[in-house]
């Protein structure tokens, strides 16, 4: 059994996320990596050195410089045939181009997988993780997103696969590559993070987010948001943990203003350890907190704040 | 042009879903119904583009069971001009899905079509992709911003970072997110005015679609449960508890 690991990055660094696609790929057989991109040498250098990976497949080309699914996709179906898996991280690149490469080789993808049971059984969460369900595929290549947060990172150092060219598959010409507005934070990205703060309503405006970033500062934390957050225009859309946002499982979640949506606690509640700060003590997040406080979280948060720094 | 929404009739959002205790699934008689949110999105655009003059007629296309009807109506008491329901109570998978949907633009020839990025009840988020890609389409993902003009379409997308905006060449296909718009209630003549507007009724067999699943559902179960957490009573006690109880500060 072969699996491949479309590794996600931006043509210098490659994105941690990828290290958990290689942990659920080594449960199924021997792990390649395709690094696809534009002037990505050092992608693939750093993929070669990923603990469990046996090559790395390059494909440096203009065509795969912004990941367009309709490029990336044609060149890694075209790529299948070698393999009896194809992995991709559950991020929006990896949602945006694996179920391209399924439809290219008429196979079912396996959305978001939590746990690999067998080669060709596997465990997804269905409704917002209410509900886990155990597929088995009949397909001849299994096409697999993998939800971060379900298997560890493979160690980044220890690898040293060989480094093989491969040819790109052309432009489609379909579409182009615009632009891009990324917010720029010196702190840890949500999906690595060991603590996050997050959110919601409650905060009552952008501003007020200062409040959690002066923890964040404190504990090294990611600042998230809810999508009642998102909605009001408080902060950005790549804030948003849940269903639909991002799915996070750090060490510590520090849920502030947040009441607890279930599309909300889709995305958090396999955290090892969560905190809720909340003044209404109904709110639904006090009953998956391991820790929760009542309380105003304008006099709760710089409190926190200051306590942190005795 | 030709707007193509896809909707898909799932559980109510705001109902707490329960895993059947044979382990088949999740409980879905007598449980409220309703359009998937990002749909209600994907109609509410297309309704928008027609009411900008950008858009001549917009269809809503649904695929399963025969109360699918309903979500169809929704979907005409919002503003769609009419309907069609690929009927079958076959287990409809994404791929299966994409293939029917395919087959119903290759009749009604589109030049845009707009689907939600996923649905609320298998949360795949497949079907737009797939469906773009057996029509040899380009596609907008988790769109934010819609804006046509003439041959080409440029979507601002949601990404993991922030937003991307990519152009595209028309026909495409279109996968909405929360920010794209702030769907519309139907309003009770509009309501009353829907039961009038058409709805066709096609089959997978009459579209020439193979609809035979290709995962199968071994069990379903409930995530274990979270053990109960403890309130505590000051700022200064939660920091002791986080450092010397939890050990993660």
Known sequence: MSVLVVAEHDNTNLKPATLNAVTAAAKLGDVAVLVAGSNCHGVAEAAAKIGGVAKVLLADDPAYEHRLAENLAALVAKLAPGFTHVLATATSAGKNVMPRVAALLDVAQISDISAVEGADTFVRPIYAGNALATVQSSDPIKVITVRATGFDPA??????????TVDPAGDSGLSQFV?????????????????IISGGRGMQSGENFHLLEKVADKLGAAVGASRAAVDAGFVPNDYQVGQTGKIVAPELYIAVGISGAIQHLAGMKDSKVIVAINKDEDAPILQVADYSLVADLFQAVPELAAELEK | MKVLVAVKRVIDANVKVRVKADGTGVETTNVKMSMNPFDEIGIEEAIRLKEAGKATEVIALSAGVQQCQETLRTALAMGADRGILIQTDAELQPLAVAKLFKAVVEKEQPQLVILGKQAIDDDCNQTGQMLSTLLGWAQGTFASK?????????VTREVDGGLETVALKMPAVITTDLRLNEPRYASLPNIMKAKKKPIETLTPDELGVDVSPRLKTLKVVEPPPRKSGVRVSSVAELVDKLRNEAKVI
């Open chain 1, 179 to 195: 632009g891009q507005a990324l917010s720029k934070s010196e702190r840890p990205e949500l999906t690595s993070a060991r603590v």
């Open chain 2, 146 to 154: 819609l804006e046509p003009n003439g041959d080409s379409l440029t």
């Open chain 1, 155 to 164: 160690p980044a150092e220890g690898g040293s696969a060989a480094i093989e």
